[in-house]
């Protein structure tokens, strides 16, 4: 459990041995080599009270050389093990978090604020993940081709590229690091994860099971650190020479800078970066289903997904009726603590997403926005709450009409023609969702070819799952997580065999 002792725990849990809050190095609960702790407001506080429940080790550069030289040692062994092996671990992981799912959820509500319901439903989704990636496992295949010679072979074998590192964000702690770990681990690879600041307790717990579930020591070590020194340990990370991988998911800022650092020495990097997602709603949509998936895809953990919608276009026709539908809804959501039952939805995660979205809707008030509803915070217990938000009226100098919102605010667009509609959608230097609702199946046909962005939605909200590739184009990044071949293909190596064959004739 390490020094979470002096806190009050807000939550009981039915195994207390899920719960850790010491970094977690070759099987073992580590202090950081400083000793400092973090519980900084905003990082390691439950956003439905604002308050701390616990406290994790503020590691920086100097702990990370004996994390990799862990992972790189278990590496020389775990690529060895066979493909059938590392299924069977993965599905042993798989069915622990599945069985421990109550408590991963409590531990899940008061990370992140999100509710009870949300929380179930990420560790489903996460799930998916691990199921997938067992599955995976055993169908890495190189190739054999047809020889231009008469005497010579050629052939691919894929191998692991060896340790790799994942830096994670808070919004959906439990999916992003069984997407990464899951893809890495089938591969052969072994993974240090640095949490975001917010959430490394869910994090912890997963590797408490990954190591119950018999994956050896060092296979997925975890290396907790504050706000702060987040940029120099994640630094710190990219640039040791036996870290062969970088995966991020985050903000374009920070993954350019990603990018940057890897490039010194070539390595590999995957990147899931911000959207800022348009939804396209034509007037021959069926309405009851693009209200229904758009407003759970927007109000899902408090709009705090970046594949979530930012831009609702509806066609002149349906407008004022789509938005008084929106609004009406929008009205009977019950903002509240994640643990209790009436919520609908959460608080944000961190302070500075309340002090971000007042900062968007008051800008784009005070240049001619309308608010519909909500637009303001709200004081509840001492929470995270955003009241959430219709706006109309937006124009592109307001900073709303190009940043992602990551709240739960929603900006409506009026608009006439598809061509209109799909520059509109375009017009942003992000791509990674789009989403469209028509009964016009040419129509829906060009938007999924006109559209740029990494995953259309057509006529859906939610095309997250473990079988669809997930990853964005242009400033969203590069590199798929999830999907058969591309996700795993992130982690391996190919090479390239030429034989020259004798005594054939
Ligand atoms: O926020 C990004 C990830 C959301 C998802 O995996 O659906």
Redesign the pocket.
Known sequence: MGSAQKYELPFKLNNPDLLHSLSFVHGEWKKSKSGKTFEVVGELHDPGTGKAWTECPTNDASDVDEAVQSSQRCFEKYKNISPRARAQMLFKWDSLIRENKEDIATILVYETGKPRAEAYGEIEYSTGFTWWFAGEAERIQGSVFTPALPDRRVFTIKQPLGVAAALV?W??PI??IL?KAGAALAAGCTMIVKPSPETPITILTLAYLADKAGFPKGALNVLTTDLEKTPELSEALCRHGLVKKVSF?GSTRVGKLVAKICSDNLKKVTL?LGGNCPVLIFDDANIDQAMGQIFALKYRHAGQ???TANRIYVQSAIFDKFLERWNAETQKIVVGHGADKETTMGPVTTPRGIEKALALVNDAKSKGAKIHTGGNKISKNGGYFFEPTVITGVTPDMDIASEEIFAPVCTFLKFDTEDEVVKAANNTSMGLASYCFTKNVDRLWRLFENLEAGMIGLNTGNS?AAESP?GGIKQSGYGKESGKDVAVAEYLITKTGTFTLEGQS
């Open positions: 964000p919004n959906f999916a992003m997407r998911t899931e997904a970046c594949i997250s997930f």
